[in-house]
């Protein structure tokens, strides 16, 4: 069955615009999580959804905002954008929320942003 | 939070050898999982594995949840494993996300 799918797969974007990712999860997976990835900070927990409904969010600013459909596909958000949101955003899909015994996590290819 | 640590951070062999990476983890966790980074991005599940040990191929791992660490064994290496490798748990506390450790950069040279 397919993967977790990411679009777009490369951007640019200038200082003070604003950018949509998109994740489609594998087929039957209700939870979708974010992920930022960059050289200085590693990988960072942004937020997960579950049900159309947001269960968990990392310490990031109000500018990051995400959500999700009754389809389980889910999309973030950055506005205003800043030089340091240059980052890859990577998307993961699961069966149920993080926590629970034996569930694994599934990533896509991630989406490569770079802010001018 | 739970702290992820790895080692070691860089790790560069000669194709055909053998290799071991750890990650150390300071709380108890429900989720352990493996992951090797491809230069494109993505991040592969190697193996899901908050206790016990498995093995796919090549590669193998044991998590010994007591003394809270995990070890990836790579053997005969081939350069198609180069790539960064990434250890990451969910706490039993009240963290429900993955918390990714710093990663070990592994370069298998020909």
């Known amino acids: 069955k397919a993967g977790v799918t990411q679009t777009p797969r490369y951007l640019i974007k200038t200082r003070g615009q604003q950018v949509t990712l998109s994740c489609s999860p594998i087929s039957g997976h209700r939870s979708v999580s974010w992920y930022q990835q960059t050289p200085g900070q590693g990988l960072q927990f942004l937020f997960e959804?579950?049900?159309?409904?947001?269960?968990n969010k990392g310490n990031f600013p109000g500018r990051f905002s995400g959500r999700q459909f009754s389809n389980s596909r889910s999309e973030m958000n950055v506005s205003t954008l800043e030089l340091g949101d240059s980052a890859l955003y990577l998307c993961a899909s699961s069966l149920a929320p993080g926590a629970r015994t034996g569930n694994t996590i599934y990533f896509g290819e991630g989406s490569w942003l770079t802010v001018v | 939070g739970i702290q992820v640590e790895q080692s070691p951070p860089d790790l560069i062999l000669q194709e055909g050898a053998n290799s071991t990476l750890r990650c150390n983890f300071s709380?108890?966790?429900?989720?352990l999982q493996w992951f090797h980074q491809n230069p494109w991005g993505q991040l592969i599940n190697l193996f899901y594995i908050p206790s016990g040990t498995k093995q796919n191929g090549r590669l193998s791992a044991t998590t010994v949840a007591t003394e809270r660490y995990s070890l990836l064994y790579i053997s005969s290496s081939q350069t198609t494993d180069s790539g960064v490798y990434f250890c990451a748990v969910i706490s039993s506390g009240s963290a429900r996300q993955l918390t990714f450790g710093s990663g070990t950069q592994l370069t298998v040279l020909p």
């Open positions: 709380d108890s966790v429900n989720n």
């Open positions: 959804y579950f049900s159309e409904t947001q269960r």
